[in-house]
């Protein structure tokens, strides 16, 4: 078991607590209406799964609720940074 930091209870908290919600940083299109099938299926679908260097959406379910960032190495799964939502990472993902 290891220890997320939850930027918004600004404190350690079990892994149990926080759930994977994909990857981070995903603009929705501007004008919905106007995307073909094949743009709205790509951005509702389609994410990326690199191995190494991941920017990802997490949920703090079991505290808060609130969403937030994680830059994680997927082959380690070592935790490089925990950032709020609306924030920029510091780590650049490859």
């Known amino acids: 078991m290891f220890h997320i930091y939850c930027p918004n ?4 908290r079990e892994e149990e607590e926080f759930h994977a919600s994909g990857q981070a940083h995903i603009p929705r299109p501007l004008d919905p209406d106007s995307c073909s099938d094949k743009e709205w ?3 509702m679908f389609f994410r990326k799964n690199p191995r190494g260097i991941h920017h990802e959406l997490w949920v703090h ?4 609720r ?29």
Not at 9 to 12: L, R, S
């Open 41 to 43: 299926g790509e951005y």
């Open 66 to 94: 609130k969403f937030f960032n994680i830059t994680r190495n997927t082959q380690t799964y070592e935790i490089k940074e925990v950032y709020k939502i609306g924030e920029q990472p510091s780590v650049v993902a490859k």
């Open 9 to 12: 209870c600004e404190e350690y």
């Open 61 to 64: 379910a079991g505290g808060c």
